[in-house]
Structure formats: structure tokens, C-alpha cells
């Protein structure tokens, strides 16, 4: 088979982006990333990866250099912010690990990106490109498609995929959507272990919940860096200022956690009041594909943080396409017809379910809370049946053994 009729361009040079030109390239196709950024790189601090996200980095042949860097916690913990009380525990070590076939992982987002940009440009059918901001994508007669960037650079392959994120420039030749504010921020940061006092186990992930906010903490890189998330609601913002910097401030922050336990409250203290990141979705849409052209990632399902799976849907999806771009070869439109149909019920039932998850754990009636609390006490650490859904991968019903 002639590789004139196995050309991909991937728009996007992000975690999604380079596990997708990866998976393309060991499947034969010669691949061309554009990254619109002068540089490719991520920012950004830790990131969770449950098993059906570290099944895809298995197949992708990533996973041995992802140890080295990673951290393996034993537990999932959910705690009450207010009163430092355990609500639920889930195991993810070895039990976890049997099951799902695949360990959970925490790491710096910063260090799963290097390690997919390594093995892209240690591939010799993966080509990156930087400064490609795009401003047109033509279909032509024959089916490939061109990439046009602002700077004037022309690329044409026969099949184009849009992994350009959140903020996707590439969803809008598909559909004229805006992402939707959720009224939530999140301030972001890993600090030097040594630096760290009054946190718990060092061996379990946890998530401090109370109404209209949530802290996530966890160490990163072997341990060296502890990575702290705090998550509230602005009472102070007003749909149509979304991208102002007078709502989600340190200030509200710091009044919205002043009742909570003292270690969210040393939690708050430490964390980096320099940069907030409002936290937005988009609703699902109906098409992720046109012709040659398709979607994956965050530019096809950005989802809420709530349930730690954007990146897990996005990997899936970089495995699902793997399969098949290999299925069906040069016939780029079957493949992307059937990747959507697939995997477009499952990305959408978890972005709806992240929303959920995030009232749930953000529950302001009192009732409702003791009956929540009460559901999750009654849990025991080995019980995945609500996390099969999620972390079993595409195929769950076929892949967890009960």
C-alpha cells in the first residue's frame, strides 16, 4: 500500500493531540502535528489516570517511562471538608490493579506530555510543527483535506483530525458552539514535598467536598511534589462575564473556606493564588465528522473535572481510532464514521455524569447531604461497581471480570 494515501494531519499538541498522532503513526500512517503555540508544551500541574486511560498508555508502548515519574496511590479518598470526617474509601492497589488490568496513576500533567512528545518525535512517521494557527480547513473533490494557518503555511493530507482542546478552533467548522461556564474556579499548584505539613496519608489520593467546593490533593513525580487543587463556586459570578477577572478571586476563596477543617485550610494556604482557571464544558453535539475530518478529545467532549476523566476519554478515544485506522485503512471517512458511532454514546454518558458527580459532591441541601453520606459509609473499599462505568474502559461490560 502506498503511503501517498496514508497522510494525517493532527491540529492540536496536547496530551490528546500526540497520543493521537502516536497511535496513527504505529499504524502506519505518516503523520503531520500542528501545534498553534511556538512552542509544544504543557502547563498546568497534576493530572489522575485511572485504568481506562493507563490501559491506552500500555498499548501506546508509553508506560514503562511513565512509571518512572508516576505515583501509585493505594486509595481513593472522599473526605468532609468541614468536619475532616472519612466519608468513603476506594482501593486502588493491587486489587484495583487485577481487576481493571491496568494500575490508577498521579503525575505531572508536565511530564505525560514530554513523555508522548519524546516518543512522537522519536518515531519516524511523526513530523510536529509549531506556529500553526489555523484559519482554514478545505475538503477538497477527492476527499483530503487542507490545513491553512494564519501564517501563511498550506498542509494537505487525506485525512485531518481536530484535537485542538476546550477551546477547539476546529469544532467550529463543524458546529457554532461556545464552552458554558460552569460559575466554578479552580486554583492549581505542586509544591516541594518538604514544604508540606498537616496532610494526610501520602499513599492515597483525597477530595475534600462541602457545598459549592472541593479540594483534590495528591503527590506527583515519585513523591518529590505534592499537587493541590481547590475548587469553589463564585457567588460573585454573572453569565456573560466568564473570561472577567473579578469573580473566582483569592479573596472569595479565602472567605468561601474559612469554616472548613485545618487541613483544608492549610490546603487553601498553600496554594498559588497567581493564576485561577475557570472551569467550562460544552454540551454533547451530534457530529463529530465530516468526510475526512473528525474530532477527539476535548475538542469533541469537553467534560467537567469532577470524575478525573477527560483525559481517560480522550486516551480511549486515541485507542478506539487506533483500531480503526487499522480496520479499515485508507478509507478514512468508514473509520471516522465508526469511531464517532461509537464512541460518541459513552463520551457523552460521562460528560453528563461529570456534571451529576459534581452536584452530588457539591450538595448544599442538608437532607440530601446526610442521605449522600450515608450511601457512601456504606461502601467498602473494594467496591467498583460504580466505578466499572468509568474506569473499565470502552468496552466495560466485556473487560471486568465481577
Known sequence: MSNEKKKMIIIGGGIGGLATALGAAQNGNDVKVLEKAPEIKEIGAGIQLAANGTNVLQKLGVMDKIKEVAVFPKRLVLMNAFTGEELSALDIDSTYRERYGAPYIVLHRSDLHRILLEACEEHPKVELSTNQYIKNIETKSNGDVKVTAKNGDSHE??????????????????????????????????????????????????????????????????????????????????PGNELADDWGTP???????????????????????????????????????????????????????????????????????????????????????????????????????????????????KVNNLLRNAILKARTEHDYQYVDQYHGGHFQSEEVSH
Not at 251 to 277: H, L, N, P
Not at 315 to 323: G, I, N, R, T, Y
Open 157 to 238: 493530507a487525506n485525512a485531518v483530525i481536530g484535537a485542538d482542546g476546550l477551546w477547539s478552533t476546529t469544532r467550529g467548522y463543524l458546529i457554532d458552539d461556545e464552552p458554558i461556564c460552569s460559575g466554578y474556579v479552580a486554583y492549581r499548584g505542586a509544591i516541594p514535598m518538604e514544604e508540606v505539613t498537616n496532610i494526610g496519608n501520602l499513599d492515597d489520593v483525597y477530595m475534600w467536598i462541602g457545598p459549592d467546593m472541593h479540594v483534590v490533593q495528591y503527590p506527583v513525580r515519585k513523591g518529590e511534589l505534592y499537587n493541590q487543587v481547590v475548587v469553589f463556586k463564585s457567588k460573585n459570578y454573572q
Open 251 to 365: 479573596e472569595e476563596m479565602d472567605e468561601v473556606f474559612s469554616g472548613t477543617c485545618d487541613k483544608v485550610q492549610t490546603a487553601v494556604s498553600y496554594i498559588s493564588r497567581q493564576k485561577r482557571w475557570p472551569m467550562f464544558d460544552r454540551k454533547p453535539i451530534d457530529k463529530w465528522s465530516e468526510g475526512n475530518f473528525t474530532l477527539i478529545g476535548d475538542a469533541a467532549h469537553p467534560m467537567l473535572q469532577y470524575l478525573a476523566q477527560g483525559a481517560c476519554q480522550a486516551l480511549e478515544d486515541v485507542s478506539f481510532m487506533a483500531d480503526m485506522l487499522e480496520k479499515h485503512e485508507t478509507n478514512y471517512e468508514k473509520a471516522f464514521t465508526e469511531f464517532e458511532e461509537e464512541r460518541k454514546p459513552r463520551t457523552t454518558f460521562v460528560q453528563e455524569n461529570a456534571r451529576v458527580w459534581g452536584e452530588i459532591i457539591h450538595g448544599k441541601n
